[in-house]
């Protein structure tokens, strides 16, 4: 598996001009930046109701990058994503889309530059998979033209590259996790939008299944350039997959940067509250956090409970000593 | 998206690939043609047979010529004045109701919240009641009491259901909640009317077909004939509001608009159906589901009305000739044939963990 980091620098120069030739098709205005949308933040208060979740946002997202906002739970960064996808209107401040803000743009136009896929999208009962990867096709779409061979071009390859081709008629509730992660995708997709965001696309798949979603993602930014956001739990797996890392901390931007940059022990620290080591990820060499905790199994099998464990991870010093109670009291 | 065919990711080209998904399309949309033709014909045939049977038989042969008052006297008079107007009463309300119920189901993404369910119908009901007890009307203005009764209720169900947002099941309990008090009100005004006045209520009540002339069909036709093209062109935007809030925005759909104008036309549609026929039990709640279950796809207009048309239809028929001579009210039996699929629903969507 190729360092998805490197991609930027990696990527031939050829991919921008493709870029805007994706964009004529799909009916949507080249961005200015070389075929890419761009997507940008400023000065962002956001609140649900009166409760005001999160202050003095302001980001930028770079084209044709992937970008990963990450945090502890209830730290607002769905909340920020929601905003960027103007799902949610900021209490101040504004988000811009090529520039223009993107609260005054109608809604369908941004639905051609900028797609998002929820956290918990609704799949109706029975629903098949070709049903729901074509409803995708929303903006592109008028009430007297529904259905042309252009739409089912894309379907056809928002499907093909999502691997969802061959479960075309079967209903999307009998699909296992992964699969119907990988259908939600190619609906996304099938907004044909170059800009995508998505909200925790791993949530609730085990981990062969959250590694084949982030590996399909990173294959679409590599492979067609796409500019993707994501909101992701899990600190290795952003750091692995993403070109970026936006860290935010109880409804603030704590760092932004590349994860080589800004993930280090420090950091984890001030944004989960965590004690941990950062070393690097033995296959992709970015860095991959180990957290020190309260208990380990090897260091509880040899030294006796309830003692934390040395700061530094020592390592156990008696081998295979049973664990004892009260030893340290 | 060019680029992206230029590129074939897969093993295949785009080719095939674009077919099979054509493919996929078409026969999807064949099989909603399919059943929404042979719906047409079980409904025309339905039609057919409710006009010619009766106390007063018509041959099937005569029925067409006595629609268009080429028969003979008799048939004309009984056809054009008494049965063709109950019989296109019965399909106008079946439509609407099954349409209504189909809008009401998927904008709350759930198979209980049917206008019938959800105490619509019943504040289109306690609002006739007043009109016809209280106000001692008729016709016309029981059908404009009963819009306006179902649209306040809808109003009112909305505002007390919201806390940032309608989930679907707080407006299920509150809409059976609201639709006890409005059941109140309506035996209340029972109480308190003269004996005509609350028999006339009783029957109305029930949901019947009984004596529906011209002047039923009329509001029921006109406000198909406005609505039905309007959640037509509604379908799509809902299409996309089925997938939840944040989807459709996402889509660029205009989600608060789209789903203000889905409740006015789902109350509009229930709310003249109720005005016309009465509270016909179970319509609503029962329509969308078998359309859906016939088409196997999630939203199906077209097919619940026709659905709704034919059970409407059919059951009519049977509360007619079942047990003539005495005449049993549509609402009875659309009673017999809905409660035990709410029975059901509810014991199944307690065991899938999906309640409410």
Redesign the interface.
């Known amino acids: 598996m190729a360092d998805p980091r490197t991609g930027s620098s990696a990527r031939s120069p050829a991919g921008s001009s ?2 805007s ?2 964009e ?3 009916g949507s205005s080249p961005g200015p930046n070389g075929g890419h949308h761009t997507l940008c933040a400023e000065g962002l208060t956001l609140a ?2 009166k409760v005001v979740v999160a202050t003095d946002l302001s980001v930028a997202i770079p084209a044709g990058q992937i970008t990963t906002i990450v945090g502890a739970n209830a730290c607002g960064k769905s909340t920020l994503l ?1 905003a960027l ?3 949610l209107r900021p209490r101040a401040g504004r988000v811009l889309i090529d520039g223009e803000s993107i609260h005054r743009l ?7 530059r ?15 998979v ?3 990867v ?3 096709r ?2 592109h ?1 008028k ?1 007297f033209r ?2 042309s ?2 739409d ?6 928002a ?3 999502t ?1 969802t ?1 061959d479960l ?2 079967r209903p999307v509730d009998e699909l296992s996790g992964g699969q119907r992660q990988r259908v939600w995708i190619a609906m996304a997709l099938a ?2 939008t170059d800009l995508m965001l998505l909200d925790e696309p791993t949530t609730y798949l085990d981990l062969a299944h959250q590694v084949e979603v982030l590996d399909l993602l990173v ?1 679409l930014n590599r ?3 796409r500019t993707i956001v994501l909101v992701l739990h899990d600190l290795n797996h952003a750091a692995r997959y993403s070109h970026r890392l936006i860290a935010m901390s109880d409804g603030r931007l704590v760092a932004q940067g590349s994860p080589a940059q800004i993930v280090t022990e420090s950091l984890v620290e001030q944004v989960f509250g965590l004690e941990c080591r950062v070393i690097p990820d033995p296959v992709a060499a970015t860095p991959m956090v180990v957290p020190v905790g309260r208990h380990a199994l090897a260091a509880l099998e040899t030294q006796p409970y309830p003692c934390p464990p040395e700061p530094n991870g020592a390592s156990p010093v008696e081998r295979g000593a049973r664990p004892t109670s009260g030893g340290c009291a | 998206m060019k680029a992206l065919l230029e590129r074939p990711l897969g093993t295949r080209d785009p080719g095939p690939a674009t077919a099979a998904v054509a493919r996929a399309r078409s026969a999807g949309r064949a099989r909603a043609t399919t059943v929404s033709a042979a719906l047409a014909v079980a409904g025309a045939v339905a039609f057919a047979v409710s006009v010619s049977a009766g106390d007063f038989p018509i041959p099937l042969v005569d029925v067409v010529p006595a629609i268009f008052g080429y028969g003979n006297a008799d048939s004309d008079f009984i056809v054009r004045t008494l049965r063709l107007p109950r019989a296109l009463t019965a399909v106008l309300v079946g439509a609407a109701f099954g349409l209504s119920g189909a809008i009401f189901q998927s904008l709350a993404r759930n198979p209980l919240a049917s206008p019938d369910i959800i105490g619509i119908t019943a504040g289109a009901s306690a609002a006739a009641v007043f009109m016809i007890v209280a106000v001692g009307a008729g016709g016309a203005t029981v059908a404009v009491g009963a819009f306006g009764g179902a649209l306040a209720t809808a109003v009112a169900i909305y505002l007390l259901a919201y806390r940032r947002g309608v989930s679907s099941h707080r407006l299920v309990l509150v809409g059976i909640g609201v639709g006890a008090v409005l059941a109140s009100v309506t035996s209340y005004l029972l109480t308190r009317a003269e004996v005509f006045d609350a028999q006339r209520a009783t029957v109305w009540l029930t949901g019947s077909l009984n004596g529906r002339g011209w002047e039923h069909v009329r509001p029921v036709g006109l406000a198909m004939m406005v609505l039905f093209p309007a959640v037509v062109a509604l379908a799509r935007p809902l299409r996309a509001l089925q997938l939840g809030d944040d989807a459709a925005k996402g889509l660029g759909v205009g989600v608060e608009r789209c789903r203000a104008a889905l409740v006015v036309a789902g109350v509009g549609l229930a709310a003249v159906a109720t005005a016309s026929a009465g509270p016909v039990a179970f319509v609503a709640f029962v329509a969308a589901p078998i359309a859906r279950r016939l088409v196997k796809a999630p939203l199906t207009l077209v097919p619940a009305a026709l659905s709704g048309a034919v059970l409407v239809l059919v059951a009519d028929l049977v509360g007619r000739r079942a047990f003539a001579p005495t005449e049993l009210p549509v609402g009875i039996i659309t009673g017999v044939i809905g409660a035990p699929y709410l029975l059901w629903l509810l014991a199944r969507s307690n065991r899938v963990g999906r309640g409410g």
């Open positions: 493709s870029g030739s994706a004529s098709s799909s649900y109701d929601r996808a103007r799902l109608p809604t369908k136009v941004v639905a051609s900028l797609g998002i896929l929820p956290q918990s999208p609704i799949a109706p009962e029975g629903i098949t070709a049903d729901l074509g409803r995708g929303y903006p779409q009430w529904q259905w061979s252009a089912e071009a894309v379907i056809a390859a499907k093909e590259v691997g081709l075309a008629t907004q044909g294959d492979r067609e350039e």
